[in-house]
């Protein structure tokens, strides 16, 4: 089960970068993502990156937020520059597609 740390608080325009630190096996094997959710809406996917290194990211956090992965250490990071309020969340990470291995989150608010 992967293990989510990093989160707190920031103010507007600030950075962030939870780490998400997974079993070696299962790191090895599976994509890893982040997934937020704010009070009242629907889990959403925000970064993804393959065993390969290929990413994707929704649309809403391109150019602001970054998905690097260090195999060495099993782990994988969110960067999260320019935060906005609408970034509060509790943050998750999820070894592998479909129903894959989800982590306990971390919340992150966003507030002056």
Known sequence: QPVESGGG???PGG????????????FRL????????APGI???L???INSGGSTNY??????RFTIPRDN?????????NSLEPEGTAVYYCKAGTGKGYWGQGTQVTVSS
């Open 58 to 63: 929704a649309d809403s956090v391109k150019g």
């Open 46 to 48: 925000v970064a993804r």
């Open 9 to 11: 608080l920031v103010p």
């Open 30 to 37: 599976y994509a890893m993502s982040w997934y937020r959710q």
């Open 15 to 26: 950075a962030l970068r939870p780490s998400c630190v997974a079993s070696g096996s299962i």
């Open 72 to 80: 060495a250490r099993n782990t994988v990071y969110l960067q999260k």
């Open 42 to 44: 629907q889990r959403e």
